[in-house]
């Protein structure tokens, strides 16, 4: 595992540091900035002209071919700069390498170009109400017609889907095969009559996730990904790029994070509590552990070209000390803290009541620690 960057990565970093300064605006002072649908896209369209999108990508699919360092570089620049993120980043990160992998040179053509300029927005259709943790249990169905299929079911948590053009969708082809196999990957069109998209509001506010219902939709033969049946090993694929290098993104996010806890326990006074100063402590030293985790998954992705179940632990890990962070930094502001902090933390507190589910459970990613990183027996 080496810590620090080579030549060519530190030439890189500085590059990336002084176009992400003369490109990203500042936020406004005690929050965040929010972006518009318009903007993002116009940022999506920055990235790409300036070679930042699809860093890892195979040069003949129109990426620059550097290793997953490259990448974990800009998830790191960019989130200490609170840059957006590309507006296809389910498109970019997960759908992209999945139809390298598995797409026809048609479908190559279609959509890889389109994903890396962010014309082409795509979502993700795995889980369902009754098959979220157990994705095998998928009851979607896609049955046969002349020419393609007939899709019927629900899919739900679907981030972005009320932005996407597209959706990369596993449904059972073979009600009669067993649990894993019978399941096939499509890539579906969201404007096809027949596809319902409705938000899901959270506490917070936010209407990231969404619904997404089936009912007749059409969708041709063509628009299969992978070998008919084999779906559970395409979707295998996307989750697992869904982990690459997502846990050093979420570490540099959790770092920024802790640098405004840090500024309101300071502006609330509470910086001398004793209590407060051994919480503060102790997330740092989480963060710096969840830090040193992810530069062993990336360098274990860079020996073996696949991201590994180590990025199970980053989720995991990111998903509680962020819960943390963001309660304790409400409950420091009481009523005594000026309006846009509080206004800002108790969004955060209820935004991340979410991380427990969003990108694997907390329950179905222990499950993967304790068998898969610590090889301890399997419980079923």
Partial sequence: MRLGDSENQSEFRTRLRGWLRAHVPPARPGAPRVWAAEELRAWSRALHEAGYAGLTWPA???GRGLSPAYQAIYAEESALAEAPDHINVIGLNMVGPTIIRYGTQE???TYLPRILSGEAIFCQGFSEPDAGSDLASVRT???RRPGGYVLDGEKVWSSYAHLADHCLLLARTDPDAPKHRGLTCFLIDMRAPGVQVRPLRQMSGDTDFNQIILTGAVTPEDSVLGPLGEGWRVALTTLAHERGTFGITLTARLAVQFDRLVQTATAAGADRDPVVRREIAELYVRLQG??????????????????GPEGSVLKLGWSQANQRLSAL???LLGGTATASWSGYWQHQRLRTRANSIEGGTSEILRGIIAERVLGLPRSR
């Fill in 290 to 307: 969840l830090r040193f985790t992810g530069y062993r998954a990336l360098a274990a992705l860079e020996r073996t070209g696949e991201p």
């Fill in 60 to 62: 003949e699919h129109g």
């Fill in 107 to 109: 479908q190559q053509a």
């Fill in 329 to 331: 930094a409400s409950g």
């Fill in 141 to 143: 169905r896609a049955r």
